[in-house]
């Protein structure tokens, strides 16, 4: 499945792309949303993923930004790997109890670390209370986009990919190797991380494949 991610600023933009995707990312650290607007976004039937990256908004805010998202229906929710323990804890039980799948992240903007490294994330990833890993590694070599998609062997729901020109490709094979979803942009819409391919791009590639 494509996950489309959205950074909109605009909620009649943002719901107007969701009446065309199965899946997306809302980026509520880019689109600013209040609290009624949040409601009309997540209440829309697509299945959606409510993130809000660290920004100078303190972690509270951020949560119950999150928190309104997951109330109005989000599918999932996105937690920082990093996060303060008791913000995620807080982040997790919420979203347990209002049947919100978790996803634990993980993003270096610079390099990919080893395998053994990454797989160790993962494996706290789940016992942080993590439905889905996640790995968004910068993919500088082609050994790097081995390590990356060597990751898809252990068990465990995981969406494993590099991030620049070289890791464009983690982000076709991912479905194919049983990533929860592979993520990608609107055709004319705002890249959200670097080396992301427009969805028309990405879907036209994974039907080739697909018929191979």
Same mark, same amino acid.
């Given at each position: 499945m494509i996950c489309i991610s959205i950074s909109e600023p605009s909620v009649d933009?943002?719901?107007a792309l969701l009446k065309n995707v199965e899946m997306a990312e809302i980026r509520l650290d880019m689109c600013n949303?209040?609290?009624?607007?949040?409601e009309e976004v997540f209440t829309m039937p697509a299945k959606l993923v409510a993130t809000?990256?660290?920004? @100078?908004l303190p972690d509270k805010e951020r949560m119950e930004l999150l928190k309104l998202a997951i109330h109005y229906g989000a599918e999932y929710v996105d937690v920082e790997y990093e996060a303060n323990p008791e913000y995620r *804890?807080? #982040?997790v039980n919420y979203a347990r109890k209002k049947g919100c799948n978790v996803i634990i992240s993980y993003h270096n903007f610079e390099e990919t670390p080893s395998e053994k490294v990454l797989q160790n994330i993962i494996d706290e990833s789940f016992i942080f209370g993590a439905d889905v890993a996640k790995v968004a590694v910068m993919a500088n070599t082609q050994q790097d986009v081995a390590k990356i998609l060597a990751l898809y062997q252990y068990e465990g729901r995981l969406v494993a990919i590099g991030m620049g020109h070289k890791g464009k490709i983690t982000r076709v094979m991912a479905p194919l190797l049983g990533a929860e979803f592979t993520f990608a942009v609107m055709d004319d819409g705002r890249s959200t991380a670097p080396g992301q =391919?427009?969805?028309s791009k990405l879907e *036209?590639?994974? *039907?080739? #494949? @697909? *018929? =191979?």
């Open positions: 933009a943002c719901k949303f209040d609290s009624e607007e949040i809000h990256r660290p920004t @100078s *804890n807080e #982040l =391919l427009t969805f *036209n590639l994974l *039907n080739q #494949l @697909s *018929n =191979l």
